[in-house]
């Protein structure tokens, strides 16, 4: 028997992490944190497993919510085996310590929250061992009573750089994690691939589940939308923001941009970017023949970009038409998407293009549903601003639909689901979905600290 305990990640996205127990063996898959929320109530719950034997963590890929609670993990089980794809590894050295970073601006004397240092994720980063896509590798336990071994094998998420979905198998049963997954082509990275042989148990995902699949466009389509947007915009001689995340969102939208500026379907006009997606863009660019890409001979580095942080003055950015990629991607207070709204706000030719999902409590969503000519108050602290910009929602989505969802279902055939990394009403809806398509499926919903027996 398989013991399953979700230690963060279930009924809600943010701190992903789920621990097995295989034969004595056990296995931690991710290690996140919630990024909206401070301190230790942003940790996965580790006291859940205070008597469980610990001996790997695998990590899915390099976004925060997914890995940025691995130092607290060392520091509670520091002989753990930590295992990720090569690309993850790398990213993970820049992720890390940009985290410190973060977690040092939020908290104050009064948090009693330790903070981990710079050179504590150095020593981290030494440890963590890597394996290619499709090479499967034995993770026998301290404690494993059994004479079979459990092995592990990662496959291409299709997500980010280096995202992995993860098969482990044991006495000929296997367990199949999506982590975040997605089955289609963005402007860098190829689709997922997931192994061609029916699978036991599925962890899947579902952040999409309770979105309409027709609301969200290929990437294709919504890039001529893009476009045309946007003309409209550089054509008045205003200039747009888009707040992107740091890691996968600047490098596919960066791309996209200057497809459709070389295509001649967007005026060509000056680019910003810079900070830690700029450092990113270097290491997508070092792995470009290592792992699956859309145009291996791509480079993110020879696209001319401007220094966003070398700019003196913030209204700077209006003295010629531009295109400013900044983060964060969901506008969190503090960051630079977030100062520079405010001049946005006042700058009536130009526009803020938002590229993702924003999480509803966060100022990106508030600012994704404004329309020119509303008064909004982006925190408490902030007088209210009237938006003069434009402001327009594009999707380019890096995790699949629910017919993606359900299509990585009906291929794989388990006998067991257990619904993770999705809302209440993601889950429902998959969950409804899943049990009236397949009717011998067996479907648990994962919620937190609550043992599934599989």
């Known amino acids: 028997m398989v013991k399953l305990i979700p230690l963060g990640g279930a009924g809600e996205i943010g701190a992903s992490c789920f621990y097995l127990n295989i034969a004595g063996t056990g296995i931690i898959l991710d290690c996140g944190m919630h990024p909206q929320k401070i301190g230790l109530e942003a940790l996965p719950d580790f006291a859940a497993i205070d008597n469980e034997p610990v001996d790997f963590c695998l990590i899915s890929h390099a976004h925060q919510d997914h890995i940025a609670a691995l130092p607290y993990l060392v520091k509670r089980h520091p002989y753990i085996k930590i295992i990720s794809t090569p690309q993850t590894r790398a990213l993970a050295e820049l992720t890390l310590h940009d985290s410190v970073s973060i977690l040092t601006s939020q908290l104050t004397e009064k948090d009693k929250f330790p903070v981990y240092t710079h050179n504590e994720i150095d ?79 599925l962890m899947m995902e579902c952040t ?62 000056d680019l910003y970017t810079g900070g830690l997606g700029r450092k990113i863009s270097r290491v997508y660019d070092y792995n470009r023949y290592v792992v699956p890409r859309i145009d291996q001979e791509f480079e993110l580095g020879k696209i001319p970009q401007n220094d966003l942080y070398s700019v003196e003055r913030p209204d700077m950015l209006f003295n010629n038409p531009s295109i400013v990629l900044a983060s964060s991607g969901m506008m ?65 989505s890096a995790h699949s639909n629910r017919d993606g969802l359900m299509e990585i279902v009906r291929k794989l055939n388990p006998e067991k689901v257990i619904l993770i990394h999705g809302d209440s009403d993601a889950v429902d809806w998959m969950g409804a979905s899943i049990l009236k398509t397949y009717h011998g499926i067996k479907l648990f919903a994962a919620e937190t600290c609550k043992r599934i027996d599989i």
């Open 123 to 201: 020593l981290l980063i030494q440890t963590i061992d890597y394996k290619a896509y499709k090479e499967p590798f034995i993770i026998n336990g301290y404690g494993h009573n059994s004479s079979s071994p459990v092995t592990a094998t990662f496959y291409d998420a299709g997500h980010i750089l280096g995202s992995a979905s993860i098969l482990i198998e044991f006495e000929g049963e296997k367990l199949f994690y999506t982590g975040d997954i997605n089955l289609d082509h963005q402007s860098l990275i190829g689709g997922a691939e997931i192994p061609n042989e029916k699978i036991d148990v």
């Open 332 to 396: 969190i207070e503090g960051t630079m998407s977030y100062k520079l709204a405010s001049e946005w706000f006042k700058n009536k030719n130009s526009a803020i293009f938002t590229v993702g999902y924003m999480e509803p409590n966060l100022p990106g969503y508030q600012i994704a549903n404004a329309k020119r000519g509303n008064v909004i108050q982006l925190s408490e602290f902030k007088e209210p601003e009237l938006v003069q910009c434009h402001i327009a929602k594009f999707n380019f």
């Open 208 to 269: 999409y589940g309770a979105t309409e699949s027709t609301s969200i466009l290929s990437w294709n389509k919504e890039a001529r939308r893009f476009a045309n947007e946007a003309n409209k915009i550089l054509y008045q001689g205003g200039s747009i923001l888009i707040p992107v995340f740091s890691l996968g969102k600047m490098q596919e939208v960066l791309s996209m941009i200057w497809s459709l500026m070389q295509s001649g379907t967007l005026a060509i006009t």
